[in-house]
């Protein structure tokens, strides 16, 4: 929270209103609110869930500081090495301010304190504590022991559900075939082509969304689905999610590919090293309002949009003579293969 008034006012006025400070009705602030030598309190962690926690402080004096920043600081370590600072806002009635950490890890402990600077003074309230819920890995996937890299450097697990979407869970069986969607779209319809695309009417354009071209309209360089328009996560919520391309790229890579058949159904048995395995039917596509090729081909949208050719989006296909991704037309409905991330 940065003010732009002069910090000599400030720091004139400070000492000289903090016995005016509000008393803490609900008991948040914990002791020292009224302590002229703690310019910040630290307050509680509240609405803590496996990736996210609200926190709040006061600071403590009775007029909002014009040129100084409050907040709160967090790290898993106690000695705050590699903390982050999350500025605050504003503050409400009782000089207490709130903010939200959102990139935590679950099943972890953070320390965190209220913090407040102005210049080079810099004060801090006392270390508190709280620990994130614990993320239970649902028993509908499987543990290919894989692991990605995201481009900050960060590492997480990816787990491969046993069974192909259908319309508002997985499949029963990882033989069924589940529900086809085309790239994009949340619901599955009775008729697949640009006339009832979601985004765009004609394969060159415009489109209302995940565009790099101005040729095909206006452009959002959105290249890879958010949540509300990924039906994996629309369905399953938390963690579920469509694979992206690279994580497509690492299955087929880090696996063993063996075309095979299962209760009846064709398709392609995916081993990891591990021993551990997941069965993907041959359900082929759906284009206009037919379904083609089910049985011989796989087709397996990603979550990634073809950057140079945006009316594509990538997808795994296979057939019995092998497995690759390719782009094609976003409008045509694919099966889709859920991951949760941890």
Known sequence: ????????????????????TPEDNNGENGEGQNDPEKLATTGE?????YFSATLTGFINFAFEPRDAEVGIMY??????DGAKKIAAAGLDGNNKF???ATDLEPSTTYYFKAYFQEGTVEKYGAVKSFTTKELKIPDTVVDLGIAMTREDGTTYELYWAQSNLSTG??????????EYYA??????????????????????????????RKIFGTVDNKTVLEAEDDVAHV??????????????TELRAKCTWAWT?????????????????????????RRDANLNDAGSIGAYWSSSLDKDSPYYAWFTRFHYAGVDNASYFRSDGFCIRPVFEK
């Open 169 to 178: 869970s997985l499949c029963a069986h990882p033989e069924d075939y589940g």
């Open 98 to 100: 709130t903010v939200t």
């Open 1 to 20: 929270m940065k003010k732009i008034i002069s910090a000599l006012f400030a720091f004139a006025l400070l000492f000289a209103f903090v016995a005016c």
């Open 261 to 285: 058949t299962q209760n009846g159904v064709n398709g392609f048995l995916v081993t990891a090293s591990n021993g551990k395995s997941i069965f993907l039917p041959a359900a082929g596509f």
């Open 45 to 49: 962690a509240s609405d803590v869930t």
């Open 183 to 212: 790239w994009g779209e949340t619901e599955p319809k009775s008729n697949y082509g640009w006339s009832s695309y979601k985004f765009g009417k004609t394969s060159s354009g415009p489109y209302s969304k995940y565009n790099t």
């Open 75 to 80: 790290d898993k370590s106690q000695s705050f």
């Open 235 to 248: 369905k399953l919520g938390g963690r579920w999610r469509m694979p992206t391309d690279p994580e497509w």
